[in-house]
């Protein structure tokens, strides 16, 4: 009685933990400007988590783990392409503010590098793999003992090989016996990226393309941001921008692109002037809107990824020579992979838009962003295991936790297995 006490406390305590943590997020976002980068922010090396120990007699053996490329230049060049045209235009018909042609004079000295380099990793981001590394190697030391098997299977884009050749050289410092093997094809991107599978391996699952009976992302956006003072303050006049293609929005956004991702190859605050703090903390919440709502909709769609993770972890479970399969793909993916797991709560679809934010988190996707699944077991072989969401311990609070954050890997096993049969391939 005393245990079943004490567990029933200790959920109640983490319950009320993680609603604080959710209904307080605009107060985080306004006390941490990082915060308010979102998806487009470096991964936060200073915030790893403590441990917590495991059950008595359970050691770790084996890992499963996602993550995000490091840190890059913007993803799309028309980041750096349309917010360079629409300036030059704005020059041109001389819309521009004093501010505006401070702001476009920095701009046009800047934006050429990146430019050039659209997509690529920076050396921040090889820094976060290697530090990431090393922490689950120093973490979890039992794992990779001797001369343990290390699979690790990248996204054919150039961020993501490297990361994984940074976060894998941490793992050989460690232990210069492992026995890693990288993999990057094309066929391989029906696990890692699964909407972006070559099309002779898409799948499609039931419910892949339900929409969430939600507000569109533009007209919460519209209606969020104080988006007209943000163009005020560039142009005298910003009519002209209903010129190009996408309008007023498609730039704003594309500036948002740029306000939040620069952060992570130059260290001068250049464009930062641009917001004040209450209107950077709508423009987050708009992102925030936008990443939620493509995901939570998309979340079956990574289905794949979720099979090979239980297919992969039974591979470990007969094999004792395997230490970890290492999975290196994008932003998209794990967002997908956290909602579909519902990891702290993110997947749950809230009763308005407004609401969004307080299930969903945009910031806990930074670049780098990692997501590990590491299974302990005991001499009679019963097999625990628990999450870690950016180095940090999380929850799933479909499963009812043995102690702490520890889940038993059959419950998840049988949660899989419910929500495969609910959600069918198609084709």
């Given at each position: 009685m005393k245990r079943?006490i ?5 959920l ?5 933990i ?7 997020v605009?107060?985080q ?6 915060k308010a980068y979102?998806m487009?922010g ?12 495991a059950p ?8 499963s783990?996602?993550g995000?490329h490091?840190s890059?230049?913007?993803?799309n060049?028309?980041t750096y ?8 235009k704005?020059g041109e ?14 701009y046009e ?6 430019w050039?380099?659209?997509g ?9 793999h290697?530090?990431?590394g090393e ?9 990779f ?7 690790a299977l990248s996204?054919?884009?150039q961020?993501?090989i ?6 894998t050289?941490s ?17 391989g991107?029906?696990?890692i ?9 898409l799948?499609t699952?039931?419910g892949?393309t339900?929409?969430?009976a ?8 519209l209606?969020?941001t104080?988006w007209?003072?943000?163009?005020d303050?560039l142009?005298?006049?910003s009519?002209?921008l ?9 730039f704003l ?6 306000y ?28 925030n ?11 079956y ?10 297919e992969k972890?039974?591979?470990?479970l007969?094999?004792?020579?395997t230490?970890?399969?290492l ?14 797991l519902?990891?702290n709560?993110?997947g749950?679809?809230?009763a ?11 910031f806990?996707i930074p670049m ?5 699944l590491v299974?302990y077991?005991?001499?009679g072989?019963?097999?625990?295991f628990k ?9 799933l ?12 890997w059959s419950d998840f096993?049988a949660?899989a ?9 198609e084709n």
């Open positions: 079943l004490t567990l029933l406390t200790g109640f305590i983490s319950a009320l993680l609603q604080a943590q959710q209904y307080d605009l107060d976002v306004q006390a941490d400007i990082r979102g487009e470096p991964h936060r090396l200073d915030e790893f988590g403590t441990l917590t120990r008595q007699g359970y050691k770790p053996f084996y890992i783990h996602y995000r490091g890059r230049y913007a993803w060049p028309k392409t349309f917010l360079h045209e629409v300036l030059e704005a018909r001389d819309v521009l503010t004093p501010y505006g042609k401070e702001f476009a004079a920095r000295a800047f934006y050429m590098e990146p050039i380099n659209t690529d990793l920076v050396p921040l981001g090889y820094d976060q290697r530090a990431i922490f689950v190697y120093q973490s979890f030391p039992q794992v003992k001797g001369t343990k098997k290390v699979e996204s054919t884009g961020r993501c490297v990361s994984m050749g940074a976060f050289l793992l050989k410092s460690g232990n210069p016996n492992l026995q890693i093997r990288l993999q990057s094809t094309h066929d991107m029906a696990v990226a699964p909407p972006s599978a070559p099309k002779a391996l799948r699952f039931k892949q339900d929409a969430v939600l507000e569109s992302s533009t007209d919460f956006f209606r969020v104080p007209q003072e943000v163009l303050k142009f005298t006049d009519a002209f209903q010129e190009f293609n996408g309008g007023s929005v498609l956004r594309e500036l948002w692109q740029l939040c991702g620069y952060h992570n190859y130059e260290s001068a605050p250049l464009f930062d002037s641009l917001l004040t703090p209450e209107q950077r903390l709508r423009f987050w919440e708009a992102d809107y936008f990443s939620f709502r493509g995901d939570i909709t998309a979340r769609a990574v289905i794949p990824l979720l099979e090979d993770i239980l972890a039974d591979q470990a007969e094999d004792p020579q230490a970890a399969h999975r290196f793909g994008h932003d998209y993916i794990l967002e997908g992979l956290v909602t579909l519902d990891v709560r993110c749950t679809v809230p308005t838009p407004d609401e969004a934010k307080y299930w969903f988190r945009n806990d780098a962003a990692t997501l590990l299974f077991k005991n001499r072989g019963d097999v625990l999450v870690l969401l950016n180095e940090n311990e999380a929850t609070p479909q499963l009812t936790p043995v102690s702490g954050p520890y889940y038993r096993r949660w297995a419910r929500l495969l049969r609910e959600h069918p391939c």
